[in-house]
């Protein structure tokens, strides 16, 4: 099957908040920013992930604020390719490619789109994410999707030395064709609710950044 029927290729539009064991993601019915009124919420079951990241070993990817993962788990398993936002933009391009067996390398066409950042160096298997995700949709008035909240229990695991991380957090993410001033003035209304049932704004660039010990 040539590349260009199996890259599957959107722009991720979120905002990530840390929270502790006791949090309650609030009610978010009626939010309303940008334009955009979420009119009803529905919650999804909870879903097992589990992820594994690759890098170099100098870590030039997660440097890069580059992200590359084969998960397994969820509506979009597959191989996931997160690129940095470009100049003026929030939004992060996402490449995902279909998942293969579990013995597969890395898909030749995604390691293409970051040939400059990894410069002729190999990347492997570095760290191993474990996630319990629940998620609450956020509904138009039509029922179509204008965002959705995971509530995410993680457990890093560095495959190198075996070292452990656990935390939870939250993350608010845009439907797709959601985005532009409704979408951050969306999330800007729906970050005044989650802030006050005592959310922070995630110091940490990514789960593999924070997996990794490399915040900030």
């Not at 006791?22 to 009610?27: L, S």
């Not at 992820?51 to 788990?73: K, S």
């Not at 391009?93 to 390691?111: I, M, N, T």
């Not at 890093?156 to 993350?171: D, H, M, Q, V, Y």
Request: charged share 30%; with cysteine; hydrophobic share 40%.
């Amino acid at each position: 099957m040539g590349s260009e029927m199996c890259i599957r290729d959107r722009t991720e539009i979120e905002r990530k908040y840390d929270v502790d064991q006791t949090a309650v993601v609030p009610d978010l019915g009626g939010v309303a920013g940008g334009g955009l009124v979420v009119e009803r919420t529905e919650p999804r079951p909870a879903v097992e992930l589990v992820a594994t990241y690759w890098d170099t070993d100098d870590h030039a990817l997660v440097a890069a604020r580059t992200t590359l993962r084969r998960r397994e788990g969820g509506g979009d398993e597959g191989w996931h390719l997160k690129l940095p936002p470009q100049a003026g933009t929030t939004g992060r391009r996402e490449v995902h490619w279909p998942l293969g067996s579990a013995d597969e390398p890395v898909p030749a066409d995604l390691l293409a789109l970051v040939a400059g950042v990894l410069d002729g160096r190999s990347v492997r298997p570095v760290l191993r994410l474990a996630t319990n995700r629940s998620v609450l949709m956020l509904l138009a008035d039509d029922d179509s999707a204008l965002a959705e909240v995971a509530d995410d229990v993680v457990t890093a695991t560095r495959l190198a030395s075996g070292a452990e991380r656990r935390w939870r957090e939250w993350e608010v993410e845009l439907a797709p064709g959601v985005d532009g001033e409704p979408g951050e003035g969306l999330l800007d209304a729906v970050e005044q609710r989650v802030l006050a049932a005592g959310a922070v704004v995630s110091s940490s660039r990514s789960k593999l950044a924070r997996g990794l010990g490399a915040e900030g």
